[in-house]
T-cell receptor
């Protein structure tokens, strides 16, 4: 069975510094996708970044980058130049293989709450 | 339009009430999802609809009844809920044939009294 593990329940970072949020995964499927979502206290889930299992390069989206180490089965999120608005819950998620009807499940980790200090 | 719209944003209902949650998207996504999220926990999948047909029911109690009237609309009918059903209910949609992730709505915060 597929599994996502986030071992950091909470983290602090000073404004303008970089922070790394850890995520490890376990799957036997050769094809999979990894996602990071941000969830502010308002509740909406905001897509940040995606990494496919066959992607050769680490994904980047603005201040977000994904440190993908396939052999170690890790997909850590790096946020550069933290801002106060980055304070939120962050979830790592893995896509299961798409079903015949093209739908697919996202399996979520337990989340990391990030607090950015001024 | 790149949004998933959920209504209402907040709902308080008694245990004997019947209410419905609504989710709408106009991105042409053919898969739609209901997730339940308790406080400080990750979202948990409840139902999946694909091409307007129920694809997955994650053993959800029958007091939750999903409905997909058309490709843009997903409802969740609630009846005889329990206080432990109080949670954030998130709707999401995804494109067919590309596994690029879900687009989530902003959720409905449900309180059962």
């Amino acid at each position: 069975a597929q599994k996502i593990t986030q071992t950091q329940p909470g983290m602090f970072v000073q404004e303008k510094e970089a922070v790394t949020l850890d995520c490890t995964y376990d799957t036997s499927d050769p094809s999979y996708g990894l996602f990071w979502y941000k969830q502010p206290s308002s509740g909406e889930m905001i897509f940040l970044i995606y990494q496919g299992s066959y992607d050769q390069q680490n994904a980047t989206e603005g201040r977000y980058s994904l440190n993908f180490q396939k052999a170690r089965k890790s997909a850590n999120l790096v946020i550069s130049a933290s801002q106060l608005g980055d304070s939120a819950m962050y979830f790592c998620a893995m896509r299961e293989l798409p079903r015949m009807d093209s739908s697919y499940k996202l399996i979520f980790g337990s989340g990391t709450r990030l607090l950015v200090r001024p | 339009d790149t949004e998933v719209t959920q209504t209402p944003k907040h709902l308080v209902m008694g245990m004997t009430n019947k209410k419905s949650l609504k989710c709408e998207q106009h991105m042409g996504h053919r898969a739609m999802y209901w997730y339940k999220q308790k406080a400080k926990k990750p979202p948990e999948l409840m139902f999946v609809y694909s091409y307007e047909k129920l694809s997955i029911n994650e053993s959800v109690p029958s007091r939750f009844s999903p409905e997909c009237p058309n490709s843009s609309l997903l409802n969740l009918h609630l009846h005889a809920l329990q206080p432990e059903d109080s949670a954030l209910y998130l709707c999401a949609s995804s494109q067919a044939r590309t596994a690029s992730g879900y687009t989530f709505g902003s959720g409905t915060r449900l309180t059962v009294v």
